[in-house]
């Protein structure tokens, strides 16, 4: 099993990135998947979610408006489109199954983000 993220970057506030997680060795059409962050000293923290067949996208408030999760089932690849970016998005991002933090959950090696100007 792998999951590969890359997209990140340094960036000024303000501006976008967009993330890619490239997954093999799992069915990724039939699972949920999500988004999770960790930035500098704090915990993993959920970001976005979403369903089989893109069903049911879910963010944290303090990314709604600005991120957006989509997922290609063709390419089993996972997505992150995100805008207005601010100082506090900055962490180490990582795509992972499921809808939730849990122990089990399978996560990649992270992509860092910074935003700074």
């Known amino acids: 099993v792998q999951l590969v993220e890359s997209g990140g970057g340094l960036v000024q506030p303000g501006g976008s990135l967009r993330l890619s997680c490239a997954v093999t060795?799992?069915?990724?059409?039939?699972?949920?998947w999500s988004w999770v962050r960790q930035a500098p000293g704090k915990e993993l923290e959920q970001v976005a979610s979403?369903?089989?067949?893109?069903?049911?996208?879910v963010y944290a408030d303090f990314v709604k408006g600005r991120f957006t999760i989509s997922r290609d089932d063709t390419i089993n690849t996972l997505y992150l489109q995100m805008n207005n970016l601010e100082t506090e998005d900055t962490g180490l991002y990582f795509c992972?199954?499921?809808?939730?933090?849990?122990?089990?959950?399978?996560r990649g090696q992270g992509t860092q983000v910074t935003v700074s100007s």
């Open positions: 992972a199954t499921g809808r939730q933090i849990w122990d089990g959950q399978t």
């Open positions: 979403i369903g089989f067949a893109g069903r049911g996208p």
């Open positions: 060795g799992l069915p990724f059409r039939t699972y949920d």
